[in-house]
């Protein structure tokens, strides 16, 4: 006999730090993508640099709720005050590098916290079975 995952079984594991933790792995991953499009759009004349506020974004996601999380899309918007060449570009190579290393920093921690998340889950379940 197979296990298969059951509603209930998925509802375990779906926790509110689980659901909240896949939000900010979401939102880490679009602004790596912003990020590395502004970096391949160095030598795009007239190209501005955009970008999302990830504090902001992730409690514009966190209050979007479960159903419609799913449809929620990050808001990039161009920065200003970015100096800009004479072809009209203003992406700044030193800075996307800055951020897309911090991008990667949080992106890792929130594996780590997912995966501890799952852990203390995974604690529980089979302290709950030799009981």
């Not at 006999?1 to 594991?13: A, D, G, K, N, R």
């Not at 502004?38 to 970008?51: Q, S, V």
């Not at 072809?87 to 800055?98: M, S």
């Not at 995966?115 to 379940?125: C, G, K, Q, V, Y």
Request: aromatic share 6%; proline share 6%; hydrophobic share 35%.
């Amino acid at each position: 006999m197979s296990w298969s995952p059951t509603m209930s079984s998925i509802s375990m594991i779906d926790t509110p730090l689980s659901q909240a933790l896949g939000r900010f792995l979401d939102l880490s991953v679009s602004r790596h993508a912003l990020i590395t499009s502004n970096l391949a759009n160095i030598d795009t004349p007239g190209y501005r640099t955009r970008d999302l506020n990830f504090r902001q974004e992730l409690e514009r996601a966190g209050s979007s709720g479960e159903l419609s999380y799913a449809l929620f899309s990050p808001l990039a918007r161009p920065v200003p005050g970015l100096s800009q060449r004479p072809d009209g570009n203003n992406v700044n190579p030193e800075r996307e590098g800055l951020l897309l290393a911090e991008t990667q920093l949080r992106f890792n921690l929130g594996i780590q916290l997912l995966r501890d998340e799952f852990h203390n889950l995974s604690t529980a379940i089979h302290e709950g079975a030799t009981s």
